[in-house]
């Protein structure tokens, strides 16, 4: 195998280690639905399984099902989050034994397939990138099902750096074009394409994610209790759901505390606040005078390269996210303190842009102009123009393999239990732009 298939088994191997140590408990706590919101552990650990059978086994390599059976049970499509216990799954071992099966045939695929070939899914081998994409993109949904089950562990507290000096609140970003999306990346999926031009107005983005700070402040000040802060769908939400903090947080002894995978803390004032919806995310930033970036607006600050005219891969460059740039790959369980990544900076000076946490933008998730679905529809198409508002940038528990400034994730404006966050932005006034 060559060097670039021998990095694709590596990754392979590391992306399952990562499920198989979200899923090394007792069987209990994997088959038990811990929330209507999520699906059991260890569906979500056959699923992945079964989708590297169908996309890498059956699509890319030919090979004739192993379990044509089971398929039906595990398509998200059939069968909503909350049906999903009451389904024939496979237990624990079972699941374990099926996924290692396909797993032992997935390699012979790799050392056929033709990198440079005519078959879009061999080519770069973007079946692959499809794979492991999608096994941490189910590893990130398992941390917020296991932090939902309130048992202990999973907190790591790998080391992060510490915050950094004060610095501007904000950066400009000049008015001008410049192409969202991408044609260029091997592994993008459908929806970051095709790249297209876009023509912005200037504006000032936030340099980093608001923080607990910040937004204890909105709290203190009666921000949930004020209906002038929320549009009329998110004040609905408060008022059905009583939300008055972000989830996980309390208070007691006169200070908030919050609980991180089953464990009470006092909250981090210098964090990116997490765990807020998309209707929290937006009552703060008009409390603040601001607005959510749009979903371009928040791509350009991230990923735009003004002197080069062109789109980097992450903020600071093409480079590699290592441990100074980024917070990525669940390294400890939560962001990284304000201001920890000067040299992760985009080239309009926005920090903390991937990793830490996603960050709810004002748009809603639809296709770009020239869209095509590939390789199916049920990925990105039969999303577009729902209920469904985009998050950037990936959080602590995103892969770098699931990360990149034109990467796009979306969910719904109530969801809380990912691991999501958000910066703000407002217009520049015509002598400043
Ligand atoms: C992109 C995170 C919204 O979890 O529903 C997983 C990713 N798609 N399996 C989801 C996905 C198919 C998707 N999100
Ligand atoms: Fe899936």
């Not at 740039?325 to 309009?348: D, K, V």
Request: charged residues 25%.
């Amino acid at each position: 195998m060559n060097d670039f298939k021998e990095r694709i088994a590596a990754e392979l191997v590391a992306v399952r280690n990562r499920s198989l140590a979200y899923t090394d408990t007792e069987d209990d706590l994997l088959v038990r639905q811990h929330s209507p919101l999520m699906s059991p552990l260890v569906w979500d650990l056959a699923h992945v399984g079964n989708y590297e059978e169908l996309w890498v086994l059956r699509e890319a390599g030919g090979i004739t099902p192993l379990r044509p059976e089971i398929d039906d049970l595990y398509d998200a499509f059939k069968h909503p989050r909350k049906d999903r216990p009451s389904l024939p799954i496979l237990g624990p071992g079972e699941a374990r034994h099926y996924i290692e099966g396909v797993r032992g045939r997935v390699l012979d695929v790799l050392d056929a397939i033709d990198l440079e070939g005519p078959d879009p899914l061999h080519r770069d081998a973007f079946v692959f990138g499809l794979v492991i994409q999608h096994e941490h993109q189910h590893d990130e949904t398992m941390l917020a099902t296991l932090q939902l089950s309130e048992e202990p562990g999973l907190v790591r507290d790998g080391g992060l750096p510490s915050g950094g000096p004060a610095g501007a609140e904000e950066v400009l970003v000049p008015a001008g074009p410049f192409l969202m999306g991408t044609d260029t990346q091997p592994w993008a999926y459908d929806n970051e394409r095709p790249a297209h031009r876009v023509d912005l107005a200037a504006y000032w983005i936030d340099r980093l994610p608001v923080g607990n700070r910040a937004y204890t402040a909105f709290i203190e000040d009666g921000g949930y209790d004020d209906p002038r802060w929320w549009t009329p769908e998110g004040w609905g939400w408060r008022r059905q759901t009583r939300a008055h903090a972000p989830l996980f947080w309390t208070r007691d002894g006169g200070i908030w505390w919050r609980t991180r995978f089953g464990r009470p803390e006092p909250v981090p004032m210098d964090e990116p606040v997490q765990h807020v919806c998309w209707y929290e995310a937006d009552a703060y930033a008009r409390w603040a005078g601001k607005r959510l970036p749009t979903e371009a607006e928040w791509e350009k600050a991230c990923g735009w390269d003004p002197a080069a005219e062109r789109s980097r891969t992450y903020p600071w460059g093409d480079d590699a996210p290592g441990p100074g740039r980024a917070n990525l790959g669940h390294r400890a369980a939560r962001p990284a303190p304000l201001g920890a990544f000067p040299a992760g900076a985009s080239a309009y000076g926005a920090e903390q842009m991937v990793g830490d946490v996603w960050e709810w933008t004002a748009s809603r998730f639809l296709p770009y102009p020239g869209f095509r679905s590939f390789p199916y529809r049920e990925y990105s198409e039969v999303f577009f123009g729902k209920d469904y508002r985009v998050l950037r940038g990936g959080s602590w528990a995103a892969d770098p393999a699931a990360v990149r400034t034109t990467f796009r994730n979306w969910d719904h404006p109530i969801r809380r239990q990912i691991f999501s966050g958000f910066r703000c932005a407002r217009s520049a006034s015509p002598e400043q732009a």
